[in-house]
């Protein structure tokens, strides 16, 4: 049994070690902006339809906050969290943020993809909900240590279908 003690010690604690040191804790705080591009999807008008609440030149603005790990400064995965306000109407949005960045140098390219869950307060009762899908290319300037500022290109799915273009910037720390 002492031994057993002994083996456990000796290779447990430099894992241990090694995990902390690979896997390290992150905030991102981001605006971004999206406008309008299609609507995908038609809706089947039911008893209760009310037509589109998006106007075909809807633009809008979120504030998200995500935080996560990330692991061996290239993949990032993590829970977000957003204020988005589109066409005069307010929402929430929650999502799984991942993101890898191709190069571990201070001036990095990178991929973002963000499925989740958005609901906003509309026309409708008690507002409407649907899947989100966000994807998209940036680029990420390291400044020190892990604080650094992206930048980003993309597009979003949400709301009835409709598909938005979207850019964001934001700071890492």
């Known amino acids: 049994m002492k031994h057993f003690f002994f083996l456990f010690t000796l ?16 905030s991102t705080l981001a605006v971004e902006y999206f406008s309008h591009l299609t609507t995908m999807l ?13 106007p075909e030149d809807s633009q809008g603005f979120k504030i998200t906050s995500m935080n996560g790990i990330v692991k061996n400064q290239s993949l990032h995965i993590g829970l977000g ?4 306000r589109l066409a005069q109407v307010d929402g929430a949005l929650a999502f799984v943020d991942m993101r890898f960045d ?3 140098k201070r001036l990095a390219p990178y991929f973002y993809l963000n499925p989740g869950y958005s609901h906003f307060w509309n026309q409708y009762e008690g507002g409407t ?4 899908w966000e994807n998209g290319l940036g680029a990420r300037y390291r400044i020190r240590g892990k604080s650094s500022v ?4 993309g597009l979003a799915i949400m709301q009835q279908g409709s598909m938005f273009l979207t850019t964001k910037v934001g700071y890492t720390f």
Do not use: I, M, R, T
């Not at 038609?42 to 998006?54: A, I, M, R, S």
């Not at 969290?81 to 988005?84: H, I, P, Q």
């Not at 992206?150 to 290109?153: E, G, I, P, Q, Y």
């Open 42 to 54: 038609q809706v089947d008008p039911g008893p209760g339809w009310k037509g589109y609440y998006l």
């Open 11 to 26: 290779f447990f604690n430099p894992s241990v070690a090694l995990a902390q040191q690979s896997l390290k804790f992150e």
């Open 81 to 84: 969290l957003s204020y988005a």
């Open 129 to 132: 909900g649907s899947f989100n």
């Open 150 to 153: 992206l930048a980003s290109v």
């Open 102 to 104: 191709f190069s571990k």
